[in-house]
């Protein structure tokens, strides 16, 4: 399900020099979305999260994140690949043929990577793969990594 009308808001607490948070920042700006600098659950969507400001993996979360604005994120996806990050999406779901299925069906044209970690913590998920993530983008920021991760106090969530 798509959300037309109504404006997201987003949360970012890292590093506003960053290329990444440049293409972030523009493409929030055109659709109208809000950025907010400040922790309150009960106000941000989307979380962005920065993690390695070295690499240039982008882990973008599927529900409610990128099918929240399926266009939004093709668009933003397209611009990161165009600025040599490598987003890809990495969810909680079951690593089953129908949730790549239908991951793939929309996000077709972006030729990305899709990671479906079954219910484990994403960013633990991810590590074991050998693969540092520079930005997580995702809703539900307790899906990313435990409670207690530093993670979350470098990104001003406590």
């Not at 948070?21 to 700006?29: G, S, W």
């Amino acid at each position: 399900m798509e959300i037309e009308d109504e404006k997201l808001t987003f949360y970012y607490n890292g590093n506003q020099d960053l290329e990444s948070f440049q293409i972030l920042q523009t493409a929030l700006d055109i659709r109208g979305y809000y950025l907010v600098e400040f922790y309150n659950e009960f106000l941000i969507d989307i979380y962005m999260l920065l993690d390695d400001p070295e690499s240039k993996h982008i882990a973008i979360d599927w529900d409610n994140t990128i099918s929240a604005d399926q266009d939004f994120f093709k668009n933003l996806i397209k611009q990161f690949q165009s600025a040599g990050y490598k987003p890809f999406v990495c969810t909680l779901r079951a690593p089953d043929r129908e949730n790549i299925e239908e991951i793939r069906s929309i996000l077709e044209k972006t030729n990305i990577a899709i990671y479906l970690t079954d219910g484990n913590p994403k960013r633990e998920y991810m590590k074991e793969l050998g693969v540092n993530v520079h930005l997580w983008i995702d809703d539900f920021y307790p899906g990313v990594c435990r409670e207690t991760s530093s993670l979350l106090t470098r990104n001003s969530i406590e």
